[in-house]
């Protein structure tokens, strides 16, 4: 019944900024960046799949993951702001996607080293697409405070989920990440 509240009171928390994504809302780019995420289908199941991925590791994984994630994304944001981008922008975030969620399926540990460039690159090329996408008239600052919250948040769910999931959950925490990886396959053939 726990897990039931979490649920409901994340989707609860997430209503509010879904209705402020639409136009006509001026903010300070706070809103707007926060909307970013939660209102993108690839973004939302890279970022959750990232706090699924990060509980799944050990010590100092479950939170480097995700901080490594932030990071590189507000980077590749502040990049993004002055029009840097990468080639197949969107395919490579549809390929984080595939990847966070074949990882989350497997429960996959591999040296930190490696998770972390893995989260990294992903997190670069999500925060290139946030900050190619600022709203005209809005401040990249706030816009990017938004962003970070909202991934922080999105983190947190997944992370939360799968900690707090009995022992026998752990299937439907790797069912989530086939979920996830067939997402990315489907945004990858389109």
Known sequence: MPLVRLALGTALCVVPVLAFAHPGHA???LIAGMAHPLSGVDHLLAMFAVG??????????RWRLPLTFVGAMLLGGLLGFDGVAIAYLEGAIAASVLALGVLVAVAARPPLAVSLVISGLFGL????????ELP???SPVGYALGFVAATSA????GYALARWMPLAGAAL????GMIAAG???LMLAS
């Open 183 to 185: 997402a990315g396959a």
């Open 52 to 61: 699924l991925w990060a509980a799944q590791q050990t010590h100092h994984g």
């Open 136 to 138: 005209a008239m809005n």
């Open 154 to 157: 999105l983190h947190g769910a």
């Open 27 to 29: 903010d300070s780019g």
């Open 173 to 176: 925490i790797r069912g989530l």
């Open 125 to 132: 090329a999500h925060g290139m697409a946030h900050g190619l």
